[in-house]
C-alpha cells in the first residue's frame, strides 16, 4: 500500500465513512461535430424532440421516486429539472442552432449549454452560479438520451462503498440512499447545492470540491471522507484506518449519547432555563428536529418554497399547506417563518428581473417583497390561512429590516391581507407575532424604536458579521476576514439582546454562531435565552448549557467583551472552555 495522500476539500455533511472507492465520472461523452444534409435537418430536429421527451419522462420517474424514498421537496428538484427540458433557453435554442447551422443536436446542445454556463459563471452570485449544476445535470440528461446511453451505473462488490467523481449530480446523490454507500466526494459543488442539501438529509458523509480528485483517487484500494474537516485520505495505512475507525464509533456513539438527552431541560447548573430551537429548510426535517429535542422551530427559510417550485411560483394553496404542517407539528409553537428571503446570494429571476451590479447590498430580503407586492400578498395570505388553527403558534419573522418604516409596512399588510381573507369567508386569527431579523448594523442601532413595533427579535449573525465588517462571505479571498467573535458584531449581539430585555421584547439567535460551542457561554452570559440552530447540533449545545453555569458564563462575557480582537477572543474562550470540551468530546477545529 502506498503512503497515505490527504486530500483538501470542503465537508459539507459531517461524519467519517471508510471504504472501497467506486469511481464514477459524469462528464458528458466526447462529440463530435456532423454537418448535416439540409434533407437532414427536419429529421434531427425530430430526433432531438424524442430525445427530450425521453429524458422528461426519466426525469419524472426520478421525482416520484425521490418524493417516495426521501420526501417530495427532494422530488420537486427533479420536477423542476423537467421543466427545465421546456424552458426556451435550452431546448428551443438547441433546435435552433440545428436549424441554422444545419449540425446534430449532439454538437448543438453542446454549444448552447457552454453558452449558459458561461452566463452563469459571469454572475457574481454564489447562488446562481451553483444553479448552473441543475443545468449541466439537464444538459447531461438530455446528452445521454440523444446517445442512447444510460447514467452511469453505481456497482458494488460487496461491502462499504465510497462514492467518488468528478460532479455527483442530484439524480445521483438520491439513488445513493438505497444503496450501501457510506460517503462521497467530489471535484466540484458546493455549501449550496442541491446534492449538499440530499447529503446532510441523507446523513452521508461527504466533502466537494477536491481538486484532482479522480486523478489522485482511481487506483486507490481504500480511502476516509472526512466530513468534518473536508479531508480524503487516499490508501491510509493500517494504524491511521484504525484511528478514523474508532473517530467514527466514537462519533456515533457520541450523537446517540446525546439524543438520549433530548428530554432534558435546556437549564444551566444555577437554574437558568434556555429555549432551544431549530432551524429547518425543508418540511422533512420535522422529525429530525423532534428527535433532537427542538422546542419548535426558530426559522423555517421559506425561500425553499419558492426555490423547489422555479421556474414557477409556489402557489398560496402550496405555501398554505407547508406552513400548516410546520404548525400541525408543533402546535404550542413557536413555529418561526421567514419571509422569503431572496435576492443578494439567492436571486430568484422569476421575482427579480434583471441581476444586480451588487446583490449583496441590493434588493433583497424585505425590500424585494416589499417592491414585488402581488409575490409578497401570496405568501402573508398563505401565512394568516396557515395560522387560523395555531394562532398563537406562528411567529412571522421579515428579514434584511433596516428601517422602521419597513415593519410598518408589513403590519399593514397583513391587516389588509386579514381583511381580505375574510371578506371571502375564510378563517384568520386575530393577530400574528411579527418580528425582525437583526442582521445589518443600522437595525442593531435602532433596536429600541424597531421594538416598539415589533413582537420579537432574532438575530441573525451570518449577515450581521458580513455588513458589519463589509466581508463578502461568500468570497474566499477574504473568508479569513470573517470573524463572528470580532468584538463589534459581539457588541451589536450585546446590545440587541439588552434591549430585548429592557423592551419586554424576546430575542433569538439563529445564524450559525449560536451552534458554535464556543460562542455558548458568551450568548448564554450575554442573556440570550432563545436558540435556533440545525437539529444535528441542537443535542451538543443541550449538554454545553447544562454543563454551564449562568454566573460563570456572564463572567467569561464581560471578560471577552472587553478584549480587542476575534483571535484574543476565541483564545480566551478555548482556555476557558478547554476541559469542559474535552468531558464532553468536542474539538474544536483551528
Not at 425521490?66 to 438547441?94: C, K, N, Q, W
Not at 417550485?309 to 398560496?316: H, M, Q, V, Y
Not at 416589499?370 to 409578497?376: D, T, V
Request: glycine share 8%; aromatic share 4%.
Amino acid at each position: 500500500m502506498s503512503d497515505p495522500r490527504t486530500l483538501v476539500g470542503l465537508g459539507v455533511s459531517p461524519g467519517i465513512a471508510i471504504g472501497k472507492p467506486i469511481v464514477v465520472e459524469n462528464r458528458p461523452l466526447p462529440v463530435t461535430l456532423v454537418q448535416l444534409a439540409r434533407n437532414q435537418v427536419e429529421p434531427e430536429v425530430g430526433r432531438l424532440r424524442a430525445a427530450a421527451a425521453r429524458a422528461a419522462a426519466h426525469l419524472a420517474e426520478l421525482a416520484r421516486d425521490a418524493a417516495r424514498t426521501v420526501g417530495s421537496e427532494y422530488g420537486a428538484i427533479f420536477e423542476a429539472h423537467r421543466l427545465m427540458l421546456e424552458d426556451p433557453s435550452l431546448l428551443d435554442e438547441v433546435e435552433r442552432l440545428v436549424r441554422t447551422e444545419a449540425v446534430n443536436a449532439e454538437w448543438a446542445l453542446e454549444q448552447v449549454t457552454h453558452r449558459l454556463v458561461a452566463q452563469f459563471d459571469q454572475l457574481g452570485d454564489l447562488y446562481l452560479r451553483e444553479r448552473r449544476e441543475d443545468l449541466l445535470d439537464v444538459a447531461l440528461e438530455l446528452q445521454r438520451s440523444l446517445q442512447g446511453r444510460a447514467a452511469p451505473a453505481i456497482e458494488f462488490s460487496g461491502g462499504m462503498g465510497i462514492l467518488i467523481a468528478d460532479d455527483i449530480p442530484p439524480s445521483q446523490a438520491l439513488r445513493l440512499a438505497t444503496r450501501a454507500v457510506g460517503g462521497f466526494a467530489s471535484e466540484t459543488g458546493g455549501l449550496t447545492s442541491h446534492t449538499t442539501i440530499i447529503a446532510k438529509s441523507l446523513g452521508i458523509p461527504a466533502v466537494v470540491g477536491v481538486a484532482g480528485l479522480i486523478r489522485e483517487v482511481e487506483r486507490a484500494a481504500l480511502v476516509i471522507v472526512d466530513g468534518f474537516e473536508g479531508h480524503i485520505l487516499v490508501d491510509p495505512d493500517p494504524a491511521l484506518i484504525q484511528v478514523y475507525s474508532l473517530r467514527a464509533e466514537e462519533h456515533r456513539r457520541r450523537q446517540q449519547e446525546l439524543l438520549g438527552l433530548a428530554h432534558l431541560a435546556a437549564e444551566t447548573s444555577d437554574g437558568q432555563a434556555v429555549r432551544l430551537l431549530a432551524n429547518i429548510d425543508l418540511i422533512p426535517e420535522i422529525a429530525a428536529a423532534k428527535a433532537a429535542g427542538a422546542e419548535g422551530i426558530g426559522l423555517f427559510r421559506s425561500e425553499f418554497l419558492f426555490l423547489q417550485a422555479s421556474p414557477d411560483l409556489p402557489t398560496e394553496d402550496q405555501q398554505t399547506a407547508a406552513y400548516a404542517e410546520l404548525l400541525a407539528a408543533f402546535p404550542a409553537g413557536p413555529v418561526t417563518v421567514r419571509t422569503f428571503d431572496l435576492g443578494g446570494r439567492k436571486l430568484a429571476r422569476e421575482v427579480l428581473g434583471n441581476p444586480e451590479n451588487n446583490p449583496v447590498l441590493g434588493l433583497r430580503g424585505v425590500r424585494l417583497c416589499l417592491q414585488k407586492p402581488e409575490f409578497f400578498r401570496t405568501q402573508l395570505r398563505a401565512l394568516l390561512r396557515a395560522a387560523a388553527q395555531y394562532p398563537d403558534a406562528l411567529r412571522i419573522m421579515v428579514p434584511l429590516i433596516g428601517h422602521v418604516e419597513e415593519v410598518k409596512t408589513v403590519r399593514v399588510l397583513l391587516a389588509r391581507y386579514r381583511e381580505e381573507l375574510r371578506r371571502e369567508g375564510r378563517q384568520v386569527p386575530e393577530r400574528v407575532l411579527l418580528g425582525a431579523m437583526i442582521e445589518v448594523p443600522a437595525a442593531a442601532l435602532i433596536a429600541e424604536h424597531l421594538a416598539r413595533e415589533v413582537d420579537f427579535f432574532a438575530i441573525g449573525t451570518n449577515d450581521l458579521t458580513q455588513y458589519t465588517l463589509a466581508v463578502d462571505r461568500g468570497n474566499e479571498q477574504v473568508a479569513g476576514l470573517f470573524r463572528p467573535f470580532h468584538p463589534a458584531v459581539l457588541r451589536l449581539v450585546e446590545r440587541v439582546i439588552s434591549v430585548g430585555a429592557r423592551s419586554g421584547v424576546p430575542v433569538s439567535l439563529c445564524g450559525e454562531m449560536a451552534a458554535d460551542p464556543l460562542a455558548v457561554p458568551i450568548l448564554v452570559g450575554l442573556g440570550l435565552k432563545e436558540f435556533s440552530m440545525h437539529p444535528p447540533a441542537l443535542p451538543l449545545a443541550r449538554s454545553l448549557i447544562r454543563a454551564l453555569s449562568h454566573r460563570e458564563a456572564r463572567r467569561m462575557a464581560q471578560k471577552a467583551l472587553a478584549l480587542a480582537t476575534a483571535k484574543e477572543i476565541e483564545e480566551y474562550l478555548l482556555e476557558q472552555l478547554s476541559g469542559l470540551l474535552s468531558h464532553l468530546k468536542v474539538r474544536i477545529l483551528p
